[in-house]
Structure formats: structure tokens, C-alpha cells
Nanobody
Framework: VQLQASGGGLVQAGGSLRLSCAASVRTFSTYNPGWFRQAPGKEREFVAAIKRNGWYTYYSDSVKGRFTISRDNAKNTVYLQMNSLKPEDTAVYYC???????????????????WGQGTQVTVSS
């Protein structure tokens, strides 16, 4: 499975961006995708995830209420709508996916088998 992330850029604090992650497989509906981010000098951290059917979503406390993850299985794509962006949201954002995730591991980068290349998000103050 190849994942292609896009949509990053430079935005002022309070602004919005929408990230997209397109998967190369037509069976993407059987995968659980997530978004992670990594700032310079920091570990990769969980941002959001969504289950196969799209009914269940998960967010880190730092983005809850500001970010929304969604998916369009017909387009094999997962999205991350980011609103009210803050300078501390600056990072490289990665999409990831796995078929066998369980809820208890959904925050763990090691639980995801497939990763995209990352897209830079920079929020200026």
C-alpha cells in the first residue's frame, strides 16, 4: 500500500488547512488510517485516526475540537481538516494505515504498517 499525503503549507495562526492522503489500493476501505506529526527534535506523535467504516474517530487531546478526520472510501482518501491552527501545530504530518488495528494501539506509531512521505505544516504567529 502506498500513501501520498498532500495539502501542507504555511498558514497564519488561527487559519485552516486540509490535508489529504490518497491510497494506492482499491481496498482502502478495509484499512484503518491515521495521522501523526513530528516536530523538529521531538518524537512522532499521534494526531487522529478513523476506523474502517468511518463511524469511530480518535483524537489527541491537543487537537480535539480543532481537527477533524474523515474518509472517502470511494476515493481511497483520508482527510485531516485543521482549524484554529496554532504555532505549536507546526510539524511534518504523516498519514499511516493498517488493517489490524485495535483501539488500544491506535495511538502507537508502531502499530501502523504503511506510511506516507509526510507533508510540512508551518503555522506562523
Amino acid at each position: 500500500v502506498q500513501l501520498q499525503a498532500s495539502g501542507g503549507g504555511l498558514v497564519q495562526a488561527g487559519g485552516s488547512l486540509r490535508l489529504s492522503c490518497a491510497a494506492s489500493v482499491r481496498t482502502f476501505s478495509t484499512y484503518n488510517p491515521g495521522w501523526f506529526r513530528q516536530a523538529p527534535g521531538k518524537e512522532r506523535e499521534f494526531v487522529a485516526a478513523i476506523k474502517r467504516n468511518g463511524w469511530y474517530t480518535y483524537y489527541s487531546d491537543s487537537v480535539k475540537g480543532r481537527f477533524t478526520i474523515s474518509r472517502d472510501n470511494a476515493k481511497n482518501t483520508v482527510y485531516l481538516q485543521m482549524n484554529s491552527l496554532k504555532p505549536e501545530d507546526t510539524a511534518v504530518y504523516y498519514c499511516a494505515a493498517d488493517r489490524g488495528l485495535i483501539t488500544s494501539t491506535i495511538h502507537n506509531p508502531g502499530a501502523y504498517a504503511y506510511w506516507g512521505q509526510g507533508t510540512q505544516v508551518t503555522v506562523s504567529s
